[in-house]
């Protein structure tokens, strides 16, 4: 589902068009917080596309929040 940098950033692998996988990862991290309303991409409260932590790429998104 992710692709790990070395920096330990993850872009997700599915795009911003896989709504139950990024639910499901949002879920799975334990770490979501919601981004301002105006920020949000979707209308399911917990996602990874609603999360503050994701920063938006041509493809998909990278998180920025680091295990650990």
Same mark, same amino acid.
């Given at each position: 589902?992710?692709?790990i940098a070395a920096d330990?950033?993850?872009?997700?692998?599915h795009g911003d068009d896989?709504?139950?996988?990024?639910? $499901?990862?949002?879920?799975?991290?334990?770490?979501?917080? &919601?981004? +301002?309303e105006e920020e949000c991409?979707?209308?399911?409260?917990?996602?990874?596309?609603?999360?503050?932590?994701? $920063?938006?790429?041509?493809?998909?998104?990278?998180?920025? &929040?680091? +295990?650990?």
């Amino acid at each position: 589902m992710w692709e790990i940098a070395a920096d330990g950033t993850k872009r997700f692998l599915h795009g911003d068009d896989a709504p139950g996988l990024a639910a $499901r990862a949002a879920l799975d991290c334990g770490r979501f917080e &919601r981004d +301002d309303e105006e920020e949000c991409f979707f209308d399911e409260e917990v996602t990874c596309y609603n999360c503050r932590w994701r $920063r938006w790429t041509a493809e998909s998104f990278t998180c920025l &929040r680091k +295990d650990g």
